[in-house]
């Protein structure tokens, strides 16, 4: 090889590690936020960008927007489930992570369920 090509292959493994050191830290930090917040349940709905790209949406009573998607990191795969699980006119406390972020259409993961209250 020559040492132009070993500069390159340096350059190409210093941005594979920089970029899983950025995708490892954006993880850990939404991961930090992580807290049992109470919502009752105005609507909910599934919303898709495209036939592929689908999440499932809950509004709160109190015009809070939450999703419910499956999260990697998290070790949460049971979106459907839990979306179905969750029904309108009902409270209930709510493992969520995350933050709303308007400017990318991010909006706090519901985790899990974490008990449903009584009025």
Do not use: Q
């Not at 020559?2 to 500069?7: A, E, F, K, M």
């Not at 105005?42 to 949406?57: A, G, I, N, Q």
């Not at 400017?103 to 008990?115: A, C, R």
């Amino acid at each position: 090889m020559s040492r132009d090509n070993n500069g390159a292959s340096l350059w190409g493994c210093g941005i594979v590690v920089l970029g899983a050191l950025i995708i490892l830290v954006i993880g850990l930090v939404k991961l930090s936020t992580a807290r049992v917040e109470t919502i009752t349940v105005k609507d909910k709905e599934r919303v898709c960008d495209t036939s592929e790209s689908c999440r499932y949406l809950v509004w709160d009573r109190d015009g809070d927007v939450y999703e419910n998607t499956d999260a990697w990191l998290s070790f949460k795969f049971n979106s459907s489930t839990l979306y179905g699980e969750l029904e309108e006119g009902h409270t209930y406390r709510v493992k969520v992570n995350g933050w709303r972020v308007p400017v990318t259409s991010s909006y706090p993961n519901i985790l899990s369920i974490e008990s449903e209250t009584t009025p």
